[in-house]
């Protein structure tokens, strides 16, 4: 096992590796590759070092107004003037189901209503041309 110091742009990296080569030229490449990926590695530090540096925030103070205990605060926003319509013809009110004792969701008020028979199969089954 051989240890190699290694400096690049003032970064002093230990490597502990071990060849398992027979020759002197891959023992020579693969230093090179080892030699090259950490001075790839040092160029991106200092481009993150210089980004991080360049990129302060600044820092902008805005004053906040309390309004004083005369002041009136602002009016309400206006309601939109707009009617619901109903899905279908037949079709409940809100205030319908509520009187019938039932919540816009009721299960009891969408049973009472298929037992009615006022819906039928036929309206909704499906026809071809």
């Known amino acids: 096992m051989s240890i190699a110091v290694i400096a690049a742009a ?16 891959q023992t020579k490449a693969s ?8 001075e790839q590695i040092d160029k991106l530090g200092s481009e993150l070092d210089s980004y991080c540096n360049t990129a302060a925030v600044s820092v902008t103070h805005q004053t906040i107004r309390i309004r004083s205990g ?10 939109r003037n707009s009617t619901i319509t109903a899905a279908t013809p037949t079709a ?4 319908e189901i509520r009187a019938a004792g039932g919540t816009a969701g009721s299960s009891d008020y969408a049973s009472s209503i298929a037992s009615s028979g006022e819906f039928t199969r036929e309206q909704f089954s499906m026809r071809y041309v």
């Open 10 to 25: 003032g970064l002093k990296l230990e490597l502990s590796y071990r060849f398992y080569c027979s020759t002197n030229d």
């Open 70 to 79: 005369s002041c009136k605060p602002p009016p309400p926003p206006e309601r």
């Open 31 to 38: 230093a090179s590759l080892i030699a090259e990926t950490i």
């Open 92 to 95: 409940p009110s809100v205030a």
